[in-house]
């Protein structure tokens, strides 16, 4: 539960209390391959995000899907980590997932003791969105489903979307644009709220 007690505040000699600590809420950012996890985390990020992107090689051909994105010459292969603070009372540390199966293993960890995540869909290749789906239903994350508008374009509209990944009524489905920070902005924030009024029931 996402939730900022009197212990977020310190106190002078004096009793009097100084500026409030900011909470640190853990997300996750996930999807297929090449749905734009890395840029996601990159617009947003106060800091030079982290990134553990290798190259890819003929011998990775046939098993990293390339999907839609065969001009793509480089795949995260652990996570991209990123920091962005809200006002003065919240920063949120940003885990991106690596999008190739053979690397899922890592899901677990990145996504232990995260408020919830961000998976991101391209319409265009919907089906890679399934597994990430699966997961956090299944580990019951809270998650919104974020339509990346590449080129500015949505393949399906979000209740399409909505349909097609066949998800509760109550898990958000938004647009965004993975380029642009305040698109990226208020996709976490709606994950924030979502997180929130989960944990409140």
Same mark, same amino acid.
Do not use: C
């Given at each position: 539960?996402?939730?900022?007690?009197?212990?977020?505040a310190?106190?002078?000699?004096?009793?009097?209390?100084?500026a409030?600590?900011?909470?640190p809420?853990?997300?996750?950012? +996930?999807? %297929?391959?090449? !749905?734009?996890?890395? &840029?996601?985390?990159?617009?947003? *990020?106060?800091?030079?995000?982290?990134?553990? @992107?290798?190259?890819?090689?003929?011998?990775?051909?046939?098993?990293?899907?390339?999907?839609?994105?065969?001009?793509?010459?480089?795949?995260?292969?652990?996570?991209?980590?990123?920091r962005?603070?809200?006002?003065e009372?919240?920063?949120?540390?940003?885990?991106?997932?690596?999008?190739?199966?053979?690397?899922?293993?890592?899901?677990?960890?990145?996504?232990?003791? +995260?408020? %919830?995540?961000v !998976?991101?869909?391209? &319409?265009?290749r919907?089906?890679? *969105?399934?597994?990430?789906?699966?997961?956090? @239903?299944?580990?019951?994350?809270?998650f919104?489903?974020?339509?990346?508008?590449?080129?500015?374009?949505?393949?399906?509209?979000?209740?399409?979307?909505?349909?097609?990944?066949?998800?509760?009524?109550?898990?958000?489905?938004?647009?965004?644009d993975?380029?642009?920070?305040?698109?990226?902005?208020?996709?976490?924030?709606?994950?924030?709220?979502?997180?929130l009024?989960r944990?409140?029931?």
């Amino acid at each position: 539960m996402v939730s900022v007690d009197s212990d977020s505040a310190t106190s002078t000699a004096n009793g009097s209390e100084t500026a409030s600590v900011p909470l640190p809420v853990k997300i996750v950012v +996930a999807g %297929g391959y090449a !749905v734009g996890k890395t &840029t996601f985390v990159g617009s947003i *990020s106060d800091i030079d995000p982290l990134t553990t @992107e290798a190259a890819l090689t003929t011998v990775s051909s046939g098993v990293d899907n390339e999907g839609d994105a065969s001009a793509k010459t480089s795949t995260t292969v652990a996570m991209d980590f990123g920091r962005v603070g809200l006002g003065e009372d919240l920063v949120l540390y940003l885990f991106g997932t690596p999008g190739q199966d053979r690397f899922r293993f890592m899901w677990d960890e990145l996504t232990r003791g +995260a408020i %919830g995540a961000v !998976v991101l869909l391209d &319409t265009r290749r919907f089906e890679d *969105s399934f597994g990430a789906v699966e997961y956090f @239903e299944q580990a019951q994350v809270p998650f919104v489903v974020a339509v990346n508008a590449f080129h500015g374009e949505l393949h399906h509209s979000l209740e399409e979307v909505r349909m097609g990944l066949d998800l509760d009524p109550d898990v958000p489905v938004v647009a965004t644009d993975a380029r642009s920070r305040e698109r990226t902005k208020a996709t976490l924030l709606e994950l924030v709220e979502h997180a929130l009024v989960r944990a409140a029931h």
